[in-house]
């Protein structure tokens, strides 16, 4: 789910005048055919191939459902639902199909991500929660599991297909992420990252000949575009506003320097290594060399797929970014491009590694709610494979994290991401995840930013911002002999996951 501090977008409104489509012709559960269609999605996404009459995943949780069951035991219920502001056009496009096949009605209420956790914590804290689904950032999870309904019992009950999700999306929808054995608190509604975006006209201008590999290249490309690029189009731009952008920015460096979070198995703060000073300087040198664009220390996501759509970069960082394929949206919607992994660090520990996964989000249930079946049934449904697939292709700011979706040589003709987004998968760094999250985050996206604003020296600011992280580590005991949440013995997917290993494109998946 990406944050957007914009109106509802173009597309967005487009979504909504299908939320209330029914025809002669519409499957009676969720159809990718009946959703991916002219008005919604965008024709060079449509001309890569033909969509199915049949459903893209008939074996997929939805269809084994006996809905004819559900809708006599559960028809009349009314769920309440806190969604992402602006990502909400992706429920609302399923909600009137969904209240037929269940017999439920659904009141959705839109949060921005930047409030998200505040309007949460004061509702649950003050006992006024009064709704039964609510999304939440997967770094905001463990402050919530208190007032979270565990989901063990409803999955296995539901036969949900959980284990159809990447190994580390699983772990973070639960009270020990990255640590085997925790219990699941959410599921998977978004599945975020990084990778690099690059437009091959340009780096064919500069002989290239492909994306940059190392971060070294992502120097040299810049300084040879600057000397072709028009007026007004500057070699890259990143996320860098004084929020969890500036801190996802940071990591998508940082990490592939081989700098950590914490000492490797232990709580101990370790955010101002040799490896994140240089991590956190290169950015500023960048900034300094006129390689970003101008303003991009301002830049939230909405900013920078402006800039990209715009035109006004050769290369970035971001998300899938499904709406640049959308000539309504975008100037660049016809270009080539490459999608590619992030490039490697520099230096001893160079690594390939990418952020990105501080909007991951959960769909999480409240304790109190009286209608947990009921609640699960939706949680399932709009995270279920046909549903979060039709999501993803029609740009709603949702991405599938789905072992069968990525299997699947149809599905992927209709996302250019996809092979990037799967390459990217066992190189993904993941968020921190524990209670002190939010105030290591007060403490060092500040920080950050100061360097690249160049308000200080990162040798000087970054070592009091980890004395600081760990002050706050000692408070809650995390620095002691029986920390409340175990070390994870590392927060990268390569080390985490060998399985990941043989992750390979040319392999056949998606082919």
Not at 33 to 58: M, N, Q, R
Not at 122 to 148: K, M
Request: one cysteine or more.
């Amino acid at each position: 789910m990406k944050p957007r501090n914009v109106a509802i977008s173009a597309v967005v409104m487009m979504l909504l005048l299908i939320a209330g489509m029914v025809s002669a012709e519409m499957a009676p559960l969720p159809r990718s055919k009946d959703y991916l269609t002219p008005k919604v999605v965008s024709p060079i996404i449509l001309k890569a191939g033909t969509i199915p009459d049949e459903y893209i995943f008939p074996d997929d949780w939805v269809k084994k459902q006996d809905w004819d069951a559900i809708r006599q035991k559960y028809g009349g219920t009314t769920l309440d639902i806190i969604f992402e502001g602006t990502d909400i056009g992706a429920p609302l496009m399923t909600k009137e199909q969904f209240e037929k096949m269940s017999g439920m009605k659904l009141n959705f209420t839109g949060v921005p991500n930047q409030v998200q956790m505040q309007k949460l914590l004061v509702s649950f804290a003050t006992g006024s929660a009064a709704f039964d689904v609510t999304v939440v950032l997967t770094p905001n999870l463990p402050v919530f599991i208190r007032f979270l309904e565990p989901l063990d019992d409803l999955i296995k009950k539901w036969g949900y297909d959980f284990d159809d999700f990447f190994p580390h999306f699983q772990s973070l929808m639960t009270d020990t992420p990255l640590v085997p054995g925790g219990k699941v608190y959410g599921l998977p509604n978004d599945y975020d990252q990084h990778f690099w975006h690059s437009r091959k006209q340009f780096l064919d201008e500069i002989g290239a000949g492909g994306p940059p590999k190392t971060f070294d290249e992502v120097v040299d490309y810049s300084k040879k575009l600057k000397g072709v690029l028009p007026d007004g189009v500057f070699p890259t731009g990143f996320m860098m506003s004084r929020d969890l952008f500036a801190w996802e920015s940071f990591w998508d460096f940082a990490a592939p320097f081989g700098a950590d979070y914490f000492k490797p198995g232990t709580w101990e703060p370790d955010m101002a290594s040799a490896e994140a000073v240089q991590a956190a300087n290169f950015i500023r040198d960048m900034i300094v060399d006129g390689y970003t664009a101008p303003g991009s220390t301002t830049w939230d996501y909405a900013r920078q797929l402006e800039a990209w759509n715009n035109g006004k970069l050769a290369m970035c960082i971001q998300y899938p970014i499904q709406e640049s394929y959308n000539p309504q949206m975008s100037k660049i919607a016809d270009e080539e491009r490459y999608h590619s992994v992030m490039p490697k660090g520099i230096g001893p520990k160079a690594r390939t590694a990418t952020h990105g996964t501080f909007t991951n989000v959960a769909l999480a249930m409240n304790k109190m709610s009286k209608k947990k079946d009921a609640a699960f049934l939706w949680m399932a449904f709009n995270n279920s494979t046909e549903v979060q697939y039709i999501y993803t292709v029609t740009g709603t700011g949702i991405d599938y994290g789905r072992k069968s979706i990525f299997a699947d040589k149809t599905a992927n003709m209709f996302y250019p991401n996809a092979q990037a987004s799967y390459e990217t998968i066992p190189y993904i760094y993941n968020d921190i995840q524990i209670a002190p999250g939010p105030e290591i985050f007060e403490v060092m996206i500040p920080a950050i930013h100061d360097v690249w604003t160049g308000k200080g020296k990162a040798e000087e600011i970054l070592p009091k911002a980890n004395q600081q992280v760990h002050e706050i580590m000692k408070k809650y005991g995390y620095l002691g002999d029986k920390p409340p949440v175990p070390a994870p013995k590392s927060f990268w997917s390569w080390e985490l996951y060998p399985e990941y290993h043989n992750l390979k494109w040319a392999d056949g998946v998606g082919q």
